[in-house]
């Protein structure tokens, strides 16, 4: 088969030729031999003739009757891919159809497997074809009813989406629970969970005085880690009541935290179920990062239930519409928490080195992708990230209040109904009269606009103009790209700092001039305030500018895009003098600059913590022409040891104010206080004195929750100090019972820049609580090694990519989506140095020569293709 016969296009969608109103399943469960009864309940939709096509993979077909009668060979067949025909069926019928799954075999983590015992499933976005033959695509909504019947002493907990119904013990000893739910839907939104687990409860009065039972699921071994997820839960519910007007509509809200998970979490109707790394928190085994990922991932499902499961989508193409929304839900969720300056700076961070480096290689598509082979690869930075930032833009260009409206409007007008991208704007452009044509293009054009800004001040007319150019570079398919509407949140400063105008300009052609009267000197442009557009925005600011940016802006967010870009406009010229192998030296202004951001008693912690944080490797790597990856750590260590050596005395005294005596508390205080205290931490052990070395041992010895003791932990194990060995030694044997604290473990030293990490990663591939077959745990190893240690992973003699490439060749034959994610480490091949070019596109050769999944041939074709 080749590449383009296996291609999806957004152009080809018709709706569906069937319906399904009903489905009502019996699960018989058995690790080895699951049998499900499927009664799907169906009638033609578009009058036709045509036989009926279901979905199906991997199943055994054992019974299938029409309206009770069996079908006769000659009636059906079954198909290459795995689905089923019936030829000639009548305009209604109950089909009645018995499979055998092998849940004990499945180690892909989609339709019914197994977790640690627990017998869980993963429908979204094509799982169910894995369970049951159906009309697995989104646009088709059911009512389903579910019976699971199942061993009680091995398996007493049964679960499953809607309310329950009751349950049973049969004559056989077996125990029966059927579940009802009343809201149509897809079946990506289908669930069933069944083990021993062990629940915390509660309970949530909604707006309109209805009782909610809230129950969060987990092994037993940890139901004393999710109280953090509850009151997570009980936040994000009230939020979404407060802040969008939405309320519950089950009698039950269940989660399950399971350790095999290939995403974060997932949104099943009235039965959500999690990576247990985004439920299980306390403070001796999760960070304060952990702390506020679960409250965003917690309340991201929750949000769906609104965004994505009462308005669901058409089609995979659309997959933005639920996905951009609910990710910009969360993200104003989180930040009405606390710290939203803090948030809105990570956010970002995350766009722009993930999002950013997508949509300039050859798998950059559109918010809205045209065309797939797997849609499994279009869960992406893209579709959620960008698709948030796109949803902001809305709100910003309407105003919250308009934007309210349009969300009201949207709900109402599609609730129980599967739509498009098109009726989200739609909705938004009748609930505020405004033309959103332009608009639009966010959601099917490619690529990061590059925005370039340039100032001229006419003294004598008090006069100051900004002119505005936009270009969009080509992506695969698309080499040619008409102007955006880019909403540019600014203000103009006077020296003192005051506001000499302020406002949103929108930039909606190639080049635009925007002219400021009454200007009594030339003020200092404050530009894309809040990073109110995502795009790519230069200015050129002398160095002068940027320090007093960074000291006096009023917009928190671009103090710290000064600060940011004062000190990549520094590495970069340490990057060129270290490939010229000239001598590095600190440059006076950056480190004045820093130490008094350093010093500045009015700044919050965690904002002086994010202010003084160097660029990452990976956005230096982005600024970069060709990227050396080697010459960005070297003078990226150097600034850092440069300014901790300049700044050492203030480190430690900032160290110790920050220091904490009570218990540990997740509050934004608290979390900003530990956050500086152990980014000076970092700066210091820089040094590598054995005073800083004593600190850093202290804090893992006597720390008394997960963040002090990780940050601890993390540094020494990537200096090359003598504590290093064991003090890696003392955290394995004492979390050695900890599979999410094992998974951190892992992580460090998979990112540590010292010499020797490759052998050190394979070795702990064969530590006993190391599986590849479990995702967290790839992840944590091979995954952060090939994502987040550009040094190892970039060994210029190839080592790091032939490991890479070699795991998700061995991946693959377990899991397909966690291959193929992992393979878009090599997608960037073409921006690096011709030797390792050469390397990488020979790592995406030798995968592209073997015998693999359509998930991972996409991903390696696509980085492949010569027009990209
Ligand atoms: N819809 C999930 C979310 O909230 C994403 C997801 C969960 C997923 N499990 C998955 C995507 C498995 C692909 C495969 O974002
Ligand atoms: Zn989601």
């Known amino acids: 088969m080749s590449t383009d016969d296996r291609t999806i296009r957004l152009a080809d969608y018709r709706p569906p030729a069937w319906r399904m109103p009903r489905i009502e399943l019996t699960f018989e469960l058995d690790p080895e031999s699951t049998l499900v009864h499927g009664q799907l309940h169906l009638e033609r939709a578009d009058g036709g003739q045509g036989p009926l096509v279901l979905d199906g993979e991997a199943l055994e077909l054992v019974r299938i009757a029409i309206d009770d009668a069996p079908l006769s060979p000659d009636a059906y067949a079954l198909t290459e891919a795995g689905g089923l025909v019936i030829h000639q069926p009548p305009e209604r019928l109950t089909l009645s159809i018995t499979t055998r799954i092998r849940p004990s075999a499945n180690t892909s983590c989609m339709g019914l497997y197994l977790s640690n015992g627990i017998f869980t499933t993963q429908c979204e976005p094509e799982g169910f074809r894995r369970i049951m ?17 199942a061993d009680p002493a091995r398996y007493p907990v049964l679960l499953s989406n809607g309310n329950l119904v009751g349950e049973t013990l049969l004559a056989d000893g077996r125990k029966q629970a059927t579940w009802h739910d009343p809201f149509p839907k897809p079946t990506y939104l289908y669930a069933l969970v069944a083990g021993d687990l062990g629940v915390l409860r509660d309970r949530f009065v909604t707006m309109s005085g209805r009782e909610v039972a809230l129950e969060i699921y987990a092994e037993h071994h940890n139901v004393d880690k999710l109280g953090h997820a509850m009151q997570s839960l009980i936040k994000a519910m009230t939020w979404d009541e407060e802040t969008y007007g939405r309320e519950y509509d089950l009698e039950r809200y269940m989660i399950v935290a399971v350790e095999d998970f290939n995403a974060g979490a997932m949104e099943n109707k009235g039965l959500n179920i999690f990576n247990a790394k985004y439920v299980l928190a306390r403070p001796e085994v999760a960070t304060d990062s952990d702390y506020e990922a679960i409250e965003s991932v917690i309340a991201h499902e929750y949000f769906h239930n609104w965004s994505g499961n009462r308005v669901t989508c058409r089609d995979w193409f659309q997959l933005s519409l639920k996905e951009g929304f609910t990710v910009f839900r969360d993200q ?55 698709g948030a930032e796109v949803v902001r833009m809305l709100k910003n260009l309407l105003g919250w209040p308009t934007f309210r409206k349009g969300s009201d409007l949207y709900f109402a007008r599609h609730d129980g109904q599967a739509v498009t991208i098109e009726d989200f704007v739609k909705a938004m452009e009748d609930a505020s009269g405004r033309d959103l044509s332009q608009f639009r293009r966010w959601y099917v054009q490619a690529g990061t606009p590059r925005v370039t800004a340039s100032g001229a001040y006419d003294a004598e007319a008090q006069r100051y103009t900004l002119t505005l150019r936009q270009h969009t570079p080509p992506t695969p398919g698309q080499p040619e790209k008409a102007p955006f509407v880019i909403p540019i949140d600014m203000a103009l400063l006077d020296r003192e700092g005051k506001q000499l105008a302020e406002g949103v300009l929108e930039l909606t052609a190639a080049e635009q001039h925007f002219v400021f009267e009454g200007m009594p000197e030339r003020p200092v442009p404050s530009l894309l305030r809040g990073f109110s557009a995502p795009v790519r925005i230069d200015f050129p600011y002398t160095a002068e500018e940027l320090a007093f940016l960074m000291a006096r802006d009023d917009d928190d967010f ?161 200096s090359a100090c003598a504590e290093r060995s064991s003090v890696l030694a003392a955290f394995e044997a004492r979390w050695a019972h900890e599979s999410l604290v094992m998974d951190k473990w892992f992580s460090i030293q998979a990112t540590s820049p010292l010499p020797g990490t490759l052998d050190e990663v394979k070795r702990l591939m064969g530590h006993r609580a190391f599986h590849l077959a479990n995702p967290n745990k790839a992840r944590a190893l091979i995954g952060s090694f090939a994502r987040a240690n550009p040094v190892a992973f970039h060994a210029p003699d190839g080592s790091g990519y032939r490991f890479v490439a070699e795991q998700v060749l061995k991946l693959d034959a377990l899991n397909a989506q966690v291959s193929a994610r992992m393979a878009g480490a090599f997608q960037q091949w073409r921006r690096f140095d011709p030797q390792r070019r050469g390397l990488m596109r020979d790592a995406l050769r030798f995968l592209a020569a073997q015998s693999i999944s359509v998930e991972l041939r996409e991903v390696v074709e696509k980085s492949l293709a010569e027009d990209a």
């Open 558 to 718: 671009n103090r710290w895009e000064a600060a940011q870009r004062l000190m990549t406009r520094v590495l970069l010229g340490l990057i060129d003098d270290v490939q010229a192998e000239r001598e590095l030296v600190l440059d006076p202004k950056l480190s004045t600059a820093w130490g008094h951001a350093l010093h500045d008693a009015k700044l919050d912690a965690r904002m002086k913590a994010d202010l003084l944080t160097l660029p990452s490797e990976a956005w230096l790597a982005d600024q970069c022409e060709v990227v050396d990856p080697h010459a960005i750590h070297t003078a990226r260590e150097f600034l850092r040891r440069a300014l901790a050596e300049a700044w050492e005395d203030s480190l430690l005294a900032v160290y110790h104010t920050q220091q904490e005596p009570g218990a540990y508390e997740p509050t934004p205080e608290a979390i900003g206080r530990r956050r500086l205290k152990n980014f000076c931490l970092n700066m210091l052990m820089a040094l590598d004195h054995d005073t800083h070395h004593a600190l850093a041992t202290h804090q893992f010895r006597v720390g008394h929750n997960m963040t002090d003791v990780l940050a601890a932990l993390q540094s020494i194990a990537h």
């Open 133 to 149: 033959y159906s009309l697995d695509r989104p646009d088709v909504l059911s009512i389903y009813t579910t019976h699971v019947v």
């Open 332 to 386: 104003e969720f989180s930040a009405d928490m606390g710290a939203r300056a803090c948030r809105r700076i990570e956010d970002v961070n995350v766009l722009r080195t993930w999002q950013f480096a997508e949509d300039a290689g050859p798998l950059a598509h559109p918010v809205q992708p045209p065309e797939y082979q797997a849609i499994d690869n279009f869960y992406t930075t893209t579709v959620y990230n960008k």
